[in-house]
């Protein structure tokens, strides 16, 4: 296998990783120098949205290494890669037009053992991981697409009269 034919592949496989990685850590999080956690009342397993963010990443890599076989797999990737930003950004998007608890913004929260003091609060790794992850794969079905292989047709076109 040649070396340019491995660059979607390691593209698919980081994005894989990075989303993996990105699932396990926290959408939000209280900013450093500031005392307190978020306790999102989730302390077991992945919930169904991480487990199938992280089939996602794994369906994208499947669909990388057949589109080396079939180019027009190559649209797996893209279209796993684009449901990852999709909810990262969605994810987001909901934190940042929500108006319970401000982010990047000091405030009080209402809640005993805080005694008034301040907090702030801001997103944690899993959403750029999980963006990150999402552009790697769509990178990976780009270029594969891009890519040229010896089997595939040239540049150059042939009129019909000219072909035997």
């Known amino acids: 296998m040649e070396n340019h034919r491995l660059v979607p592949i390691v593209l698919a496989v980081a994005g ?14 209280v900013a450093p120098g ?20 992280a089939q996602l990443g794994i369906v994208g890599v499947g669909g990388t290494v057949a589109a080396l076989r079939w180019k027009r ?4 990737p893209v279209v796993m890669g684009s449901i990852v930003l999709f909810y ?6 909901s934190w940042v037009v929500s108006s319970r608890r401000p982010l990047y913004q000091e405030y009080s929260p ?5 005694d008034g003091e301040p907090i702030m609060l801001i997103f944690g790794a899993e959403p750029f991981l999980l963006a990150a992850g999402g552009l790697l ?28």
């Not at 956690?37 to 302390?43: E, I, L, N």
């Not at 797999?73 to 797996?76: E, G, K, P, T, Y």
């Not at 769509?138 to 072909?163: F, N, W």
């Open 88 to 93: 990262a950004l969605r994810a987001m998007f």
């Open 73 to 76: 797999l190559a649209s797996v």
């Open 34 to 53: 500031y005392e307190g956690t978020v306790m999102s009342g989730w302390g077991g397993d992945l919930n169904h949205e991480e487990v199938l963010l």
């Open 137 to 164: 794969l769509i990178g990976a079905g780009i270029a594969r697409v891009k890519l040229r292989t010896p089997g595939e047709e040239s540049d150059e076109m042939t009129h019909p009269s000219s072909q035997a």
């Open 16 to 29: 894989c990783v990075a989303i993996v990685v990105g699932v396990y850590q926290g959408l939000v999080h």
């Open 110 to 114: 209402q809640a005993p053992g805080f």
